[in-house]
Nanobody, 126 residues
Framework: QVQLVESGGGLVQAGGSLRLSCAAS????????MGWLRQAPGKEREFVAT????????DYSDSVKGRFTVSRDNAKNTVYLQMNNLKPEDTAVYYC???????????????????WGQGTQVTVSS
């Protein structure tokens, strides 16, 4: 079965950085578009970033564009999210997710992702 295990979250001051990792198993990782979603308290889960199977193409939500970078290592079945210049409004649980689509649709949407992990908490203090 699909397993996605996130790590790397934590507490950081505004302007700081974190790198999230997601270890995938139970499916042919290289065959899937992957992404990151997040959910803040009292809000719906939202799209953050996505990356194609080869890692060549990526897309981001407007709120993180220029600050976050998604990447993947198909040899390690792992997808990453490098988060720089973090802001308090980035505070959320971050989820690694597998897309149901074989391509990136822009703008991205959380509804394109049908499998996700347990999440990792990111808290940004002001």
């Amino acid at each position: 079965q699909v397993q996605l295990v996130e790590s790397g979250g934590g507490l950081v001051q505004a302007g700081g950085s974190l790198r999230l990792s997601c270890a995938a198993s139970g499916f042919t990782f290289v065959g899937y578009v992957m992404g990151w979603l997040r959910q803040a308290p009292g809000k719906e889960r939202e799209f953050v970033a996505t990356i194609t199977q080869s890692g060549v193409n990526t897309d981001y939500s407007d709120s993180v564009k220029g600050r976050f970078t998604v990447s993947r290592d198909n040899a390690k079945n792992t997808v990453y999210l490098q988060m720089n210049n973090l802001k308090p409004e980035d505070t959320a649980v971050y989820y690694c997710a597998r897309s149901r689509l074989g391509y990136i649709r822009s703008p991205g949407s959380a509804i394109d992702f049908t499998s996700w992990g347990q999440g990792t908490q990111v808290t940004v203090s002001s």
